[in-house]
C-alpha cells in the first residue's frame, strides 16, 4: 500500500483569501478600465491558472471575444492581454495585503498533517513576486508550507500543467506521486492534480467554485449551506476529482479515502 507523505495544497480560495476574492475584483477592474464588462462566472472559470494564461482564457470565451471584436473591429491580440495585465498585476498587489486571511482550519491542518509526518507542498497560479505578500501574510499568522512552487519557477507552464507539483515532490523528497495528494479550490486545481497523477481533492467552503466571500457564505443557513456544497461538489467530480470535502477540517476523510484507493 501507498503510505501518505505528502500534501500540496493551493492558495488563494483554500489555504488563504475566502472565496478567492482578490483575483476577481483585480480581473474586474483590469477588464473594465480596457472597455470590457466581464461577469464573476467568466472570471472564475479558469480561476487558478497562471494570470495571463487566465486573461488569455477570459478573451477566448465567446461572449467576450464578441465584445472585443464589437469595440475594437479585430480579435484580442497579445498586446492586448499585456495591456489586461499591465491594469491586473497592481490591481492585484493593492489588495493582496487585505485578503492573505488564512481560512478556517488551515492551522490545525497543517499540524495534524505534521504530527504524521506528512510534509506540506503548495503551488499556486500567483506569481512569485505576488506570492512575496501572500507568504509574509500567512507567515504572520502561523502558516509557512514546506514547500512553494510559482508558475515562474517552471517556464510559466502552470495550471493545468503538472510540473509545479513535480516540482514540489522532487524539493521535498517524495519518490512517488503515488505518496501525495493535491488539494484545491477550482478546476485548475483539478487538472493539475490528475495531470500529476496524483490523488485530488476539491474543497467547497470558500472555493471560486462556491463563489461566495465568508460573509456571504456565513449568512446562509444549513440547508442552503448544504446545497451550496452539494452543487460545488457535483462540479468538481465532474471534472474529475477524486474526493470532494467542505473544508480542511474534513482530512480524516482525506486520509480514509486516499487509502482505500491507494491500498
Known amino acids: 500500500m501507498s503510505e501518505l507523505k505528502c500534501v500540496i495544497f493551493d492558495w488563494a480560495g483554500t489555504t488563504v483569501d475566502f472565496g478567492s476574492m482578490s483575483p476577481v475584483e483585480a480581473f474586474r477592474e483590469a477588464f473594465r478600465k480596457n472597455g470590457l464588462t466581464v461577469s464573476d462566472d467568466e472570471i472564475r472559470g479558469p480561476m487558478g491558472m497562471l494570470k495571463r494564461d487566465h486573461i488569455k482564457t477570459m478573451l477566448a470565451m465567446p461572449r467576450i471575444k464578441a465584445e472585443f471584436i464589437k469595440e475594437h473591429g479585430r480579435e484580442a491580440a497579445d498586446g492586448d492581454i ?96 503515488r505518496e501525495a495528494v493535491k488539494i484545491g479550490d477550482t478546476f485548475s486545481d483539478i487538472a493539475e492534480g490528475k495531470n500529476a497523477g496524483l490523488f485530488t481533492v476539491g474543497v467547497t467552503e470558500g472555493s471560486s467554485v462556491m463563489g461566495l466571500n465568508q460573509s456571504e457564505f456565513e449568512a446562509l443557513s444549513a440547508p442552503y449551506r448544504e446545497r451550496a456544497h452539494l452543487k460545488a461538489a457535483a462540479a468538481f467530480y465532474e471534472k474529475g476529482a477524486d474526493l470532494v470535502i467542505r473544508n480542511l477540517g474534513e482530512l480524516d476523510l482525506v486520509f480514509a479515502a486516499f487509502k482505500a484507493q491507494r491500498g
Not at 491586473?88 to 489588495?95: G, T
Not at 498533517?113 to 506528512?118: A, E, K
Open 82 to 177: 499585456d495591456a489586461i495585465y499591465g491594469v491586473f498585476e497592481p490591481s492585484l498587489m493593492s489588495v493582496l495585503p487585505a485578503c492573505s486571511r488564512l481560512k478556517p482550519y488551515v492551522k490545525d491542518a497543517v499540524k495534524l498533517l505534521r504530527d504524521n509526518g506528512i510534509k506540506v507542498g503548495s503551488t499556486t497560479g500567483y506569481t512569485a513576486s505576488m506570492m512575496e505578500t501572500v507568504t509574509a501574510c500567512a507567515r504572520e499568522q502561523g502558516y509557512t508550507p514546506d514547500c512553494l512552487v510559482t508558475p515562474d519557477e517552471v517556464a510559466n507552464q502552470g495550471r493545468p500543467f503538472p510540473y509545479m507539483v513535480f516540482e514540489n515532490l522532487r524539493r521535498l523528497g517524495i519518490a512517488s506521486v
